[in-house]
């Protein structure tokens, strides 16, 4: 079974500034790794996602994350948030082969103030 | 490509009642799965179907079920509604070829039990 640990609920930023959004996971096989974004009373949109090949994945509106196997992390990086940023990020995993569910972390919301 | 679609939007129900849902999948994904989102435990999986078959189901009560038509279209259904059940919920599909591991997710539904 996998799970997922998103290490901070809240995290208030000023605009511009830069933000670091920490996503750390169990699981006994390998895995595929994802961050959506979800907007107020939308759906969850793709973020960027980590499957195989390089560990530095970019991703969209200048997002990008570093899967670390050692440390069994996905954190979400952005060097200069905007207020437009402001939503809920969630980290997700996903066993590889077959049809394996997502697993989510709980959440982190993200508060860009100007 | 148009993106998941979703019907309804919302829904207001009462106890006791049941509910369908309708979840229409990206143009040639052929796996559809469900999740449930609640403010207190999160984004649950509920189950997956692909090629009019569950091939996977998470643990909610047997309450909840869906089924899959041969266009890849996909519904759920809910009996015998309780307050618990008020929630998001979101379909999500992917494609069986490259880039199979990634789920796209449609608008949800929000569903209030009264």
């Known amino acids: 079974a996998q799970s997922v640990t998103q290490l901070d609920s809240q995290v208030p930023v000023f605009e511009e500034a830069p933000v670091e959004l920490r996503c750390n996971y169990s699981s006994s096989v390998s895995v595929y790794l994802f961050w959506y974004v979800q907007y107020p009373n939308q759906g969850l949109q793709l973020l960027l996602k980590?499957?195989?090949?390089?560990?530095l994945v970019k991703g969209i509106n200048g997002f990008e994350a570093e899967f670390n196997k050692s440390q069994t992390s996905f954190h979400l990086r952005k060097p200069s948030v905007h207020i437009s940023d402001t939503a809920e990020y969630f980290c997700a995993v996903r066993a590889q082969g077959g049809s394996e569910k997502l697993v989510f972390g709980k959440g982190t919301k993200l508060t860009v103030n100007p | 490509k148009a993106g998941v679609t979703q019907t309804p939007r919302y829904l207001i129900k009462t106890r006791g009642q049941q509910v369908t849902l309708s979840c229409s999948p990206i143009s040639g994904h052929r796996s559809v799965s469900w999740y449930q989102q609640t403010p207190g435990q999160g984004l649950q999986f509920l189950f997956e179907y692909f090629s009019e078959t569950q091939r996977n189901k998470g643990n909610f009560p047997g309450r909840f079920s869906g089924r899959q038509f041969s266009n890849s279209r996909s519904e759920m259904n809910v009996s015998t509604l309780e307050l618990g059940d008020s929630a998001l919920y979101l379909c999500?599909?992917?494609?069986?070829?490259?880039?199979?591991?990634?789920?796209?997710f449609g608008p949800g539904t929000r569903l209030l039990v009264l």
């Open positions: 999500a599909s992917s494609s069986e070829q490259g880039g199979g591991e990634t789920q796209y």
């Open positions: 980590y499957l195989s090949g390089s560990t």
